[in-house]
């Protein structure tokens, strides 16, 4: 079993920057990337960013691309979510989640999901 703890939401104003970070404790095989997610009240959970286990390659949504970055330093690191100007449209509960790269951005074939940490950002 893996067990995924995110921390580092909160609340901020317009432009300004958060990280979030994702802990991952426990062990378990058939995964080997780790995707950040989020979900607003009545949208859909959508993948941005994810790092493959051993931190060497980052995929992104075009929509962060150039705001946010995800990295890990090595296979045992946290996974980090660096935020930069933020926007109201970014408000959302943020998961961090373990699944197969080739299906980074699929809500369906995350295998492991932490609770989620809470970013609002308002005007």
């Known amino acids: 079993q893996l067990q995924l703890a995110e921390s580092g939401g909160g609340s901020v104003q317009t432009g300004e920057s958060l990280r979030l970070s994702c802990t991952i404790s426990?062990?378990?095989?058939?995964?080997?990337?780790i995707t950040w997610f989020r979900q607003s009240p009545g949208k859909e959970r959508e993948g941005l960013a994810t790092?493959?286990?051993?931190?060497?390659?980052?995929y992104y949504t075009e929509s962060v691309k150039g705001r946010f970055t995800v990295s890990r330093a090595n296979n045992t690191a946290p996974v980090y979510l660096q935020m930069t100007n933020l926007i109201p449209e970014d408000t959302a509960m943020y998961y961090c989640?373990?699944?197969?790269?080739?299906?980074?951005?699929?809500?369906?074939?995350?295998?492991?999901w932490g609770q989620g940490t809470q970013v609002t950002v308002s005007s």
């Open positions: 790092v493959t286990t051993s931190g060497g390659v980052t």
């Open positions: 426990g062990r378990a095989r058939g995964y080997n990337c």
């Open positions: 989640a373990a699944i197969t790269c080739p299906y980074w951005q699929l809500p369906s074939q995350v295998q492991y």
